[in-house]
């Protein structure tokens, strides 16, 4: 395979074929240790499409090696208080084991970026896992940087509470 025969397109929810294919590539990110190494669960299958579709703030980018899909990134609105404009969190970055290391999650981010761009957004955010260096080498290559205001009070931390 070669870059040349990947194609990058926004997710159409109504589409099936780019339904099954978002499904089928996010539960293989879930399956990965970087995605915490368990699939999704039968009701995120089931459901996933059709809420992301109810949510305007959401879009997604498949990226299709021919008709095989290989890579996807979800990212959703937000709202930057401090600049008063939307800002972008990449929610997912994912390329299929067989497919990483070709450029194919760089060509996904700079449509992210395009669209985030359209919105009008200040910024794009990302969490990454810290062991996870290669993806950590490429948001670092393309100028994702960690984020901080005032460097004595240090680098900002993502943290989470489950609600459930």
Request: one cysteine or more; aromatic letters at 6%.
């Amino acid at each position: 395979m070669t870059i040349d025969t990947v194609n990058t397109v926004r997710v159409d929810c109504a589409n099936p074929v780019h339904a099954a294919a978002l499904v089928m590539l996010l539960d293989a990110y879930a399956r990965d240790p970087a995605g915490g190494g368990e699939g999704l669960s039968d009701f995120a299958k089931a459901h996933l499409v059709a809420a992301m579709a109810a949510r305007p703030q959401m879009y997604s980018i498949l990226a299709f090696d021919g008709e095989q899909p290989v890579g996807l990134v979800n990212c959703i609105e937000g709202f930057s208080t401090f600049a008063c404009r939307p800002l972008v969190n990449v929610h997912d970055v994912t390329v299929l084991a067989s497919h990483r290391g070709r450029g194919i999650a760089e060509r996904m981010l700079a449509e992210a970026e395009a669209i985030a761009r359209e919105r009008g957004a200040v910024k794009l955010t990302l969490e990454v896992l810290s062991g996870n260096h290669g993806a950590v080498r490429l948001y670092e290559r393309i100028g994702f940087a960690g984020y901080q205001l005032d460097p004595t009070m240090g680098k900002a931390m993502f943290l989470q509470k489950w609600l459930s």
